[in-house]
């Protein structure tokens, strides 16, 4: 850890964090009240996806979709519009909407090819934002002066790292530059993640093979033809494995950092407190 100790931690002038783990226990809320108290430069890696690397991906499937209709066609056609995403840190719809979901076009589907070729798309993006971390720690420091710095991560920053592999480049630039934080969640906060996906199924980025085994064995299970499945039933059913197929690879990469339970988080509501618990885990990470 780039921090010898929770003293080491409490007395830095740049504080450098990065928070990591499953979508919906609280990285952008805690990212958002750094920020929000000033001092402090929230880098969120799905937005820099969704706007730097997917952005042209995302406007072109906006396109593609606006020339079926005979106004706004022509409109485009003359250059009398854009279209864009209006991407924010606390609303993705764009980037999930892009990424899609496979199964019967009738109820909004995708070819499985087409989907493999946008989840490779993200695959990329991710690397290269998650690369982008260094370049932002300088330039939050040079043009914004801030020193402390906070890495928001995507859910699936496990899918894209190894981090047993001592040369893997993105565990490397994590570990020497970033204190990585896991907000560890509880089976009951599992649970309820899984009963808020089934009432809004989103699109997420999988680990290719997982993804792939997921496809065929649900293929499998149902008996259905490709372009006949239910993409939201599909997602549905992937979605619990995936969570389960996530949970040792954020456990390995918590080997790497400190572990907070998301339970302790909810008590946490100022920088002093957050600053003070990751203090404690540093520690304890230490001892260990």
């Given at each position: ?108 589907g995708l070819p499985f090819d087409d989907y493999m070729i946008r989840q490779r798309q993200h695959r990329v993006a991710e690397l290269s934002a998650m690369a982008d971390t260094v370049p932002f720690i300088d330039r939050a420091r040079d043009i914004y002066g801030y020193g402390n710095f906070v890495c928001d991560t995507s ?134």
């Amino acid at each position: 850890m780039i921090y010898a100790s929770g003293n080491d931690w409490l007395e830095a002038s740049e504080k450098r964090v990065l928070f990591f783990g499953m979508s919906g226990l609280g990285k952008t809320r805690l990212s958002s009240m750094l920020r929000d108290a000033g001092g402090w430069f929230h880098y969120s890696v799905d937005y820099r996806i969704g706007t730097r690397y997917m952005g042209e991906h995302i406007a072109d499937n906006f396109k593609r979709e606006a020339m079926k209709v005979p106004l706004l066609r022509e409109l485009l056609m003359s250059d009398s519009i854009y279209v864009a995403s209006n991407i924010t840190f606390d609303n993705l719809a764009p980037l999930s909407t892009y990424l899609g979901k496979p199964g019967d076009p009738d109820r909004g589907g995708l070819p499985f090819d087409d989907y493999m070729i946008r989840q490779r798309q993200h695959r990329v993006a991710e690397l290269s934002a998650m690369a982008d971390t260094v370049p932002f720690i300088d330039r939050a420091r040079d043009i914004y002066g801030y020193g402390n710095f906070v890495c928001d991560t995507s859910g699936s920053i496990c899918e894209i790292v190894d981090p047993d592999d001592p040369d893997d480049p993105t565990m490397r630039l994590i570990t020497q530059n970033l204190l990585p934080v896991w907000l560890k969640g509880s089976d009951a906060h599992t649970a309820e993640l899984v009963r808020r996906f089934d009432r809004a199924p989103k699109p997420m980025y999988y680990q290719p093979d997982f993804l792939e085994a997921a496809w065929s064995e649900y293929l499998a299970r149902t008996e259905k033809a490709p372009d006949r499945v239910d993409p939201d039933d599909f997602v549905r059913w992937t979605y619990a494995r995936a969570l389960a197929h996530r949970q040792p690879r954020y456990a390995a990469m918590a080997r790497h950092g400190v572990t907070v339970e998301a339970d302790d988080l909810a008590e946490v509501q100022s920088p002093a407190a957050l600053d003070r618990l990751i203090a404690e885990r540093i520690d304890a990470a230490v001892d260990a």
